[in-house]
């Protein structure tokens, strides 16, 4: 059920074919990282950023009228969840943070979304969804636990940056619902104008311009399959159907879905890159698993337990 004047927005429940839709968008993301791995081989990340989102807006672009929003929340949309987050978790990976470990990382941007919704948007929090989300935290602590120092110090601070900009990218995707209905992809679509002029100036800046020359030259079917991947499938596909998301139902019951990413994530890891899993993977994943459902349903079923329990 969307979020509508009528409804508390605590109380809404998300709908069974957009909760479907979110799976997809969490198996999708879950194997970015090991695209995001394979990319950075071959082109620098800030230059793969760039052409990133130059693929996903041409020749998109083309088949999407562009929605009637002011252009500050293309440029706060693209400059956030495109530009920051992707910047920072190109980067952490290129220096050496693992794919696994970057997609449980990235997920603290739940908490920081949670805490910028309640400063900015007002939206009150449940004690159901506290305590699902500091369950969800104690299963990343419980999984981040077992890679002990294989997780460089500046990789891990890149990424929590990346979280942040990501969880500043989710309040003004919830802000969107103040336009009225829109169409949450052509807004992807044409946001997507904005970060390639940002990441080429950072990559002509950082990386330089013949890092960047040598990439182009030596251009191989894998990174083309990466950025493919990464454009169409990780951006159209799965930041149109979180956009719609985000604008249909509050952000603290969105956000929790990234809480699952890592699951995927190390999965992808283990089958691409031959991380293993240790048992206290799956007890972190059980954990968030639980954390989940708790921030989901919780207040529905202690709402019956209570119901039960008045005579």
């Known amino acids: 059920m969307p979020l509508s004047h009528n409804a508390p927005r605590a109380a809404v429940l998300i709908a069974p074919a957009d909760l479907a839709l979110m799976m997809v968008v969490v198996l999708v993301w879950g194997?970015?990282?090991?695209?995001?791995?394979?990319?950075?081989?071959?082109?620098?990340?800030?230059?793969?950023?760039?052409?990133?989102?130059?693929?996903?807006?041409?020749?998109?672009?083309?088949?999407?009228?562009?929605?009637?929003?002011?252009?500050?929340?293309?440029?706060?949309?693209?400059?956030?969840?495109?530009?920051?987050?992707?910047?920072?978790?190109?980067?952490?990976?290129?220096?050496?943070?693992?794919?696994?470990?970057?997609?449980l990382v990235l997920q603290s941007q739940a908490f920081f979304t949670m805490v910028f919704a309640g400063l900015w948007l007002k939206e009150r929090w449940q004690a159901n969804q506290v305590l699902g989300?500091?369950?969800?935290?104690?299963?990343?602590?419980?999984?981040?636990?077992?890679?002990?120092?294989?997780?460089?110090?500046?990789?891990?601070?890149?990424?929590?940056?990346?979280?942040?900009?990501?969880?500043?990218?989710?309040?003004?995707?919830?802000?969107?619902?103040?336009?009225?209905?829109?169409?949450?992809?052509?807004?992807?679509?044409?946001?997507?104008?904005?970060?390639?002029?940002?990441?080429?100036?950072?990559?002509?800046?950082?990386?330089?311009?013949?890092?960047?020359?040598?990439?182009?030259?030596?251009?191989?079917?894998?990174?083309?399959?990466?950025?493919?991947?990464?454009?169409?499938?990780a951006t159209l596909f799965g930041y149109g159907v979180w956009t719609r998301m985000l604008s249909r139902y509050p952000a603290n019951r969105v956000a929790p879905f990234s809480l699952l990413v890592p699951l995927v994530g190390l999965t992808t890891g283990w089958l691409v890159f031959g991380e293993v899993l240790q048992p206290v993977h799956f007890a972190g994943g059980a954990l968030l698993m639980a954390g989940l459902l708790l921030n989901l349903f919780g207040a529905r079923w202690l709402g019956r337990k209570t119901a039960l329990a008045v005579p």
Do not use: C
């Open 31 to 103: 194997m970015n990282f090991a695209v995001i791995k394979v990319g950075v081989v071959g082109i620098p990340p800030l230059l793969l950023g760039a052409m990133r989102f130059m693929l996903a807006a041409f020749p998109a672009l083309l088949f999407f009228k562009a929605p009637k929003v002011p252009l500050r929340w293309y440029v706060l949309y693209g400059m956030t969840i495109s530009v920051g987050q992707f910047a920072f978790l190109f980067s952490a990976i290129h220096v050496g943070m693992p794919s696994g470990l970057a997609s």
């Open 133 to 233: 989300l500091l369950l969800a935290g104690g299963g990343l602590v419980l999984i981040g636990s077992a890679h002990g120092v294989s997780m460089p110090l500046g990789g891990f601070a890149l990424t929590v940056a990346a979280a942040v900009m990501w969880a500043g990218g989710n309040i003004v995707s919830r802000s969107l619902g103040r336009f009225g209905p829109m169409d949450q992809q052509a807004f992807v679509v044409w946001a997507s104008l904005v970060p390639p002029l940002p990441f080429l100036a950072l990559s002509v800046w950082l990386e330089g311009p013949q890092a960047m020359a040598s990439a182009l030259l030596h251009f191989q079917w894998q990174s083309l399959a990466a950025l493919a991947y990464l454009a169409w499938a």
